[in-house]
Every structure is written in structure tokens, then in C-alpha cells.
């Protein structure tokens, strides 16, 4: 069958590293966007084959989805087109509209109790974007007119509390702490009897980062909910773990040991205004079904988004660029 025309395209395999956006073209055996000035360029078909499949799930677990999602995403893909031509652009929009398919039931909102105060617990290893993930939401709170109280739940450094101070004065609300050292749990059960007598609607509790390979925090994890437990059977009532979208596909041991200790609720994934696109979340979303409540966009207050698959999708697949 004769290819389309593309006298000036390098072959499909180029062995070079190719930027993100990039990768289709080389799959189609095309780079460089036309010059503005240049007429038109035709759409490049290919056969969607064996060889292109295996470079789509290529591009898929190099964007973080884990082997088993990106196969299960190729080969749905395959279904109906396979042996046929396909351009970019057919492609990018059945992968996107794969990938919004597995995301939409875990796209939700954070959940609002009618009993009070609900407490909200902030868990994830160190830098993941806790501390400002809460600052954020406190802020979205209160300009829903609910009355918040954050506990400093992360007693180990005094520049913790600090920078959860500085949230709590630019979101409006109060920030319980205790002093450097001292037992989270104990502050814990302090803000939940706090939150309590002041008719509060949300506790939300900030907790050190830990490494998921650390027992011994893992085990004051595991305490603070049993202290709270005390004062609340039913409390936490949504267990937030925070994710960067820079580390990857460590995010899946994140989760996993997280829901062992802490019985994970929902995920945040930060930092998608940068480069990372997230991919992870795919087969999170796959293995665990675990809701994505918000995503960070930025280190400002209001850079706090509802998760959008269709969006996410289109920036994960490159659709629109
Ligand atoms: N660009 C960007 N930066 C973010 C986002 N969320 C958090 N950050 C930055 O990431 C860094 C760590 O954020 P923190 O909120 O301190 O993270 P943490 O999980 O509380 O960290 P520890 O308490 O040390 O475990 C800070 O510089 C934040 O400004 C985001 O959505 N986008
Ligand atoms: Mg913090």
C-alpha cells in the first residue's frame, strides 16, 4: 500500500530523544510543525499495526501509566481500528476519550458531611504539597462560608507551623499548634475537642511529610487516627493523600502503604502546572478507583482546580497541541 507523501519526514523510528509533544510526530513519521506561511501540509495516515500499537503503549508507560493500564488502554484502542489508517489526530482523540473514560468516576469533589466537625486528614510523604494543599482548600472553605480550623499537625519543625500559620492568615482561619516535639496525636485530639466546642464545620490536620519507608512514622500516623477515633468514631472522615505529580510512578507504592495505615479517602495531585502531566493518575485511577478530589496548579492560593478529565486527558495525550 503506498505511503502518503513525505519526501522531507525522517523515518518513523528516529532514535532520538524527542520532547514530549514530538512523539506522535515521530509515530507518524513527522516532526516539525508546517511554517506558518507553508500551504497546508496533507494528514499523514498511518496503518494503525502491530509496530504502531507497541510505540502508543511506548508512549504510554513512559508517561506514567503503568504497564498494565497502557496495554488495556492500546488494546481497546485497537478494537475497531486495527488494519485501518488513522491520522495523529484520530489517534490522540481515541486516547484521550480512553483516558477521560477511566478518570470520569474518580473526578470528585471533596465530599461534605452534615455532621460536624468534619475532619479532614492531610497525609503524604515529605514535600508532596500537604501543608499548602490544606492552605488552599481552607481558603475554598471559608468562601463557602464554612468555619474552618487547621491543626498544625506537623510538630517536627518550627518552620512547619510557621508556614501553616502564614495559610491559616491568608485563608482567614485558625491554626491550633503545639510546641516543637511534641506528640501529633496529642495535638490532634486537642484541635477535634477544639473544633467541637466552637461548632466548626471542618478540622482539617496537617501532618509531617514521611517516607512510606519509615515504620516508625507510619506508626504516629496510625495514632493520631486512633486518638481521634476517641473523640469521633467515625473521624477522619475523609483521609487525604497528597501527591506529587513529579515522582511518578511512585505514587502507586504511595498509595498502597498510605491506605494500610491511614485507610486513604482521596487524592490530591499537585504540581500539574508544571511540566509533569500526571499520567500516574491513570493507573491509580485504574487499580484503586480512589476519588481525586482537586489538583495543584501553582503555589498561590487560589491554584487549587477541581480534577477535569476531558482536560486532563487532552494534556496527557498532547490533544490540541
Ligand atoms: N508549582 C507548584 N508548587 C507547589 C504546588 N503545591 C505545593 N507546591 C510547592 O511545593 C513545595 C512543598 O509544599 P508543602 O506544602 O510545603 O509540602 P508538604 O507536603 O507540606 O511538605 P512537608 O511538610 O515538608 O512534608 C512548596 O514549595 C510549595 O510551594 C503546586 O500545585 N504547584
Ligand atoms: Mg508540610
Request: net charge negative; proline share 7%; no cysteine.
Given at each position: 500500500?503506498?505511503?502518503d507523501p513525505q519526501p522531507t519526514a525522517p523515518p518513523a523510528e528516529t532514535p532520538t530523544k524527542t520532547p514530549e509533544k514530538g512523539f506522535f510526530g515521530r509515530l507518524f513519521g513527522r516532526d516539525a510543525p508546517a511554517a506558518p506561511s507553508a500551504p497546508a501540509a496533507p494528514v499523514v495516515r498511518r496503518v494503525l499495526d502491530d509496530d504502531m500499537l507497541e510505540s502508543l ?265
Amino acid at each position: 500500500m503506498p505511503r502518503d507523501p513525505q519526501p522531507t519526514a525522517p523515518p518513523a523510528e528516529t532514535p532520538t530523544k524527542t520532547p514530549e509533544k514530538g512523539f506522535f510526530g515521530r509515530l507518524f513519521g513527522r516532526d516539525a510543525p508546517a511554517a506558518p506561511s507553508a500551504p497546508a501540509a496533507p494528514v499523514v495516515r498511518r496503518v494503525l499495526d502491530d509496530d504502531m500499537l507497541e510505540s502508543l503503549e511506548e508512549l504510554l508507560i513512559a508517561s506514567d501509566m503503568g504497564v498494565d493500564t497502557a496495554l488495556r488502554v492500546t488494546s481497546n484502542l485497537a478494537e475497531g481500528r486495527y488494519g485501518r489508517r488513522v491520522s495523529t489526530q484520530e489517534i490522540k482523540q481515541a486516547l484521550a476519550t480512553e483516558v477521560a473514560r477511566i478518570m470520569e468516576p474518580v473526578a470528585r469533589p471533596l465530599p461534605l458531611y452534615a455532621k460536624t466537625p468534619q475532619v479532614v486528614l492531610v497525609v503524604g510523604v515529605n514535600g508532596s504539597g500537604k501543608t499548602t494543599t490544606i492552605g488552599k482548600l481552607a481558603s475554598q472553605f471559608r468562601a463557602a462560608g464554612k468555619s474552618v480550623v487547621i491543626a498544625a499537625g506537623d510538630t517536627f519543625r518550627a518552620a512547619a507551623v510557621e508556614q501553616l500559620q502564614v495559610w491559616g492568615d491568608r485563608a482567614g482561619v485558625p491554626v491550633l499548634t503545639a510546641p516543637e516535639g511534641s506528640d501529633p496525636a496529642s495535638l490532634a485530639f486537642e484541635a477535634m475537642t477544639k473544633a467541637q466546642a466552637d461548632g466548626a464545620d471542618l478540622l482539617m490536620i496537617d501532618t509531617a511529610g514521611r517516607l512510606q519507608n519509615r515504620q516508625d512514622l507510619m506508626e504516629e500516623l496510625a495514632k493520631i487516627v486512633r486518638v481521634i477515633r476517641k473523640k469521633d468514631p467515625d473521624a477522619p472522615h475523609n483521609t487525604l493523600l497528597v501527591l506529587d505529580a513529579t515522582t511518578g510512578q511512585n505514587a502507586v507504592t504511595q498509595v498502597e502503604i498510605f491506605r494500610q495505615v491511614a485507610d486513604v479517602s482521596g487524592l490530591v495531585m499537585t504540581k500539574l502546572d508544571g511540566t509533569a502531566k500526571g499520567g500516574v493518575l491513570v493507573a491509580l485511577a485504574d487499580k484503586f478507583g480512589l476519588p481525586i478530589h482537586a489538583i495543584g496548579v501553582g503555589e498561590q492560593i487560589d491554584d487549587l482546580a477541581p480534577f477535569d478529565p476531558e482536560e486532563f486527558a487532552a494534556a496527557l495525550t498532547g490533544l490540541g497541541d
